[in-house]
């Protein structure tokens, strides 16, 4: 890995790491730091499909619900949580492979649209499977002894497996095949890569690590519900993040996190529901217009500037 | 043993033959042109000798193995790679990356990716621009990358679909003598034109279609003097230019 990766990833992460020893953070924002690392992982991980081939899905969150059912189950039953943890991100392996053999051959709206379909299935499907989701009413996560600050921890250590699981897809020839895919997807196969699996796999390790992330909010809510962990809001939000920061770079999701949970926090402490989904909305269009690399994009520029003076 | 060997090659969407029974041999070395009026054909032939469609029935042999069927990037591995009509760089990536995912993923093992993206951008005449993304290059430069990223898979056989389509006279004399000189350097070329004297000055034999269907096949001044094609494409009056112009014979 080359230092432009390593020395800003060594100092981001290295302060996230040490934050909480040097200053009394609270509960309440140690808590907060949690879900914006799940939100780090989740968008590294749609980021994986969505930013380095170009498939926008607007269905990720299947991922995400079936990661926090399937390791929230796992561990009820007794498994320990990091193989609990395993099992959820292989299950939504498969079922991404399952759904994305017959979609991803779809490209652009249509790949979306199919997203949407395969998204809100899912959540009814969960919904109605009371016997394995407790449907509307949710299921108690049993996880043992658990604390703020242990959970904190581990939870920046898997954001630090799904950046670097990122960065080895992004360089490995995998990832020049994925970026030839985004260019052109015919040019692609005339060139002697295979889209069909290429898209596959890209599917299956962006399910994985959403799942590792659901896994993780399953845990530290101690409580999830399909119309939550399942819902178009969470596949939403999923997008959000990437675009917010920068889609298809590396740093993107990193950052959108931060910035989607903090804005979500604001947002939700100060404003009904409704209006703060206009808020994003506007933010999306902002950013699509003005930058459409986000915060990344925007950074260089301001770092180009720079150096032109 | 014939390079390449089509037999019977038939393509069907729906109740429409595209290609009907089409039946051809290129010898190795040659440059073999394929023309004809719009919607004779042309590209869907290309597309199924690439790999990128499926014929309905046929043989397509590379030194007597059938390949009809296999998709575009297994066929890419026996040596085969095409170019587009409209052209498809990958427009996220700058010239010399857009060969290199050419030579990690064809035909060729190469330690020095870059170096030799770089020397075959030279090759090109695109030596300059190594380092701009296709949307900063002109339509020939990107002509001409298409060319090098096919040229990156290490290609026996290169399809070319107009390539000369579109450029002006000067910039079309350029890349006819790179096509001769790649030619030269032992790549077999089919190509597809439709810049009459271009085809005909570099063509070895062409091979006519209209309608789907195989309407001639020989060296240029045979083909152009073929009442058929008279006919069906080339029109008296220019096939009397191309006459007195004169096509290259065999």
Known sequence: MPTEIVLPAVVAFGLLWLVPFVVDVGEYYLGLGTLALIFVI??????????????????????????????????GAGVPFAAALVMGAATAAVYGVLWGYPTLRLRGPYFAIATIGVGEATRIAMLN??????????????????SAFGDYQLALLLAILAFVAHVVVQRSKFGVGLSAIRGDVDAASDVGVDPARYQVFALATSAALVALAGGWYARVQKFIEPNDVFGFELSVALILIP????????????????????????LQANLSAALSLGIYGALVVTIILVEPLGLVGAGRRVRRAVRRR | ??????????????????????????????????????????TTLFSMIAGSLRPTAGKIRLEGHDLAGRPAHRVVRHGITRTHQVVKPFLNLTAAENVEVGLLFGNRRVDDRRGEAVALLERCGLGAVA???PGELTLSQRKRLEIARALGTG?????????VAGLNPQESVGLVELIRELNREGVTILMIEH????????????????????????????????????????????????????????
């Open chain 2, 155 to 163: 290609p026996r056989v290169l399809l070319l679909d107009e390539v």
């Open chain 1, 243 to 266: 675009l917010i920061g920068g889609l298809g770079t590396l740093w993107g999701p990193v950052l959108g996190a931060f910035v989607y949970i903090v804005v979500q926090e604001t």
């Open chain 2, 131 to 133: 380092d701009r993304v």
């Open chain 1, 42 to 75: 989740a968008g590294l991980g749609w980021n994986v499909l969505g930013g380095l081939v170009g498939q926008i899905s607007f269905g990720h969150a299947v991922f995400f619900g079936t990661g926090a059912y399937i390791t929230a189950r796992a561990a």
């Open chain 1, 129 to 146: 499977l009371e016997s394995f989701t407790g449907g509307a009413s949710g299921l108690q996560v049993h996880t043992g002894q658990t």
């Open chain 2, 195 to 250: 810049v009459m004297k271009a085809i005909m000055g570099l063509a070895d034999r062409i091979l006519v279609l209209d309608g789907g269907a195989l309407l001639a096949q020989g060296t240029p001044r045979a083909v152009s003097r073929d009442p058929a094609v008279v006919e069906a494409y080339l029109g008296r009056r220019a096939a009397k230019a191309l006459e007195d112009g004169g096509g290259r014979d065999a």
């Open chain 2, 1 to 42: 043993m014939p390079l390449l060997e089509l037999e019977g090659v038939t393509r069907r969407f729906g109740g429409l033959v595209a290609v009907d029974d089409v039946s051809a041999v290129v010898e190795e070395g040659e440059i073999f042109g394929v023309i004809g009026p719009n919607g004779a054909g042309k």
